[in-house]
Each structure stands twice: as structure tokens, then as C-alpha cells.
């Protein structure tokens, strides 16, 4: 070794020392600045849903149905009424739905259909079970959960040729109002599809 040689050994040794330091102080300090960030972000996610009361009131309006025959037999206008309120630990939601054939509401073939479940917390945030609806072969295996500005309902039944429905039901506030969106899925294929648009008419 070559007295140039045998004068950068001690640099060299001091550089790896100082390699192998900010490796031990950097590596642990990056994992703490990783953990950090997605448990903020996991925080924020979850403030930005929203709470249950904010989806209180009386909603009404109106939205088309589309079903997977329509291009034979046309689409129907329903007419929408929404109540979501407390109830007990949890909350209900109560919809009325008007429904005109043919997409004309001055057809005199009108159907009135009236339904109404309660929900209460379930064990994590956000999640609801509805109460008496537990038992996808009698009135469906229903339960809500909130993400961001909506409000999801999901009902699964099993028929009794062994297939299976679901229908989903998404609730998200505009401004004062509300958009609806249903659909109707039966052993994985479309069945129907509603749109609608609905106003807060109270509280």
C-alpha cells in the first residue's frame, strides 16, 4: 500500500461510518414519517364522511326507471318522497315511490309503494345494520354505511329458485337537495336503474 493509499484509508472508514449511520437514523425515521402519513391520511378519509344527521329531512322529487326490457316497453317516471331521521341510537329512512307507466305523468296507471327500515350502529364507523333485516331468504339482508357525501343502503335477498338480488340505494347530498341512484342487480346482470333528483322540503 502506497503512503497516498495508506493516507485515505482512515477517510474511507470515516466515510462507511457515516454511511452506515444516516442508514440507521434515516431508515427508521423514513418508516415513522411513512406510518405517520397513512394514519393521517386513514384521519382524514374518515372526516371527510359525513355524519348521519347531516342526511335528516324530507326530501321530494322525481327520476326516470330504466329497466333492461325498456327499449321494448319504454321507461317509468317516479315521483320520490324521503324521510331520514332518528330513531333511537340509529335512524330510519322512509321512501314513498309514485310510479307512472309509460313515462307520462298524466297516465292513468299509477302504483304507490310506501317502505320504511330502521337502522342502528354497527361496529365499525359509519356502518349500520337494519333492525329485523338480517335474513337474506325473509325481508333481505340489509344494511347502510356513509362514505364521503353518501348515504348507502344495500338490501340482498336469495330467491327461492337459489339465486340472489341486490339493490343499492345511494343517497348523496347536492347543495340543499339530494341525488338518488338505484340498482337493481339479479344474479349478477342489471335489472333496473332509477335517477332521480329530489329538493330538502323540510326538516
Not at 348515504?151 to 348523496?172: D, H
Amino acid at each position: 500500500m502506497s503512503l497516498g493509499q495508506a493516507g485515505l484509508a482512515p477517510v474511507r472508514r470515516i466515510g462507511e461510518t457515516m454511511a452506515r449511520t444516516r442508514h440507521y437514523l434515516i431508515t427508521p425515521l423514513a418508516t415513522v414519517i411513512l406510518v405517520a402519513a397513512s394514519w393521517l391520511g386513514a384521519t382524514a378519509a374518515m372526516a371527510d364522511d359525513l355524519p348521519v344527521k347531516s342526511f335528516y329531512g324530507h326530501f321530494q322529487g322525481s327520476g326516470v326507471a330504466e329497466n333492461s326490457d325498456s327499449l321494448y316497453f319504454g321507461v317509468t317516471v317516479r315521483d320520490l318522497d324521503v324521510k331520514i331521521g332518528a330513531e333511537g341510537t340509529g335512524f330510519y329512512v322512509e321512501w314513498t315511490s309514485v310510479i307512472r307507466g309509460g313515462g307520462d305523468r298524466n297516465n292513468s296507471d299509477i302504483r304507490r309503494r310506501t317502505q320504511r327500515i330502521n337502522f342502528t350502529p354497527g361496529d365499525t364507523a359509519n356502518f349500520f345494520n337494519a333492525v329485523g333485516r338480517q335474513d337474506p331468504r325473509g325481508k333481505g339482508l340489509t344494511w347502510a354505511q356513509i362514505e364521503k357525501q353518501t348515504l348507502s343502503v344495500y338490501v340482498m335477498q336469495i330467491t327461492e329458485a337459489g339465486g340472489y338480488v341486490i339493490q343499492t340505494y345511494k343517497r348523496t347530498l347536492k347543495g340543499t337537495g339530494m341525488h338518488l341512484k338505484l340498482i337493481n342487480v339479479a344474479n349478477g346482470e342489471p335489472q333496473r336503474e332509477v335517477d332521480a333528483r329530489l329538493v330538502k322540503v323540510g326538516n
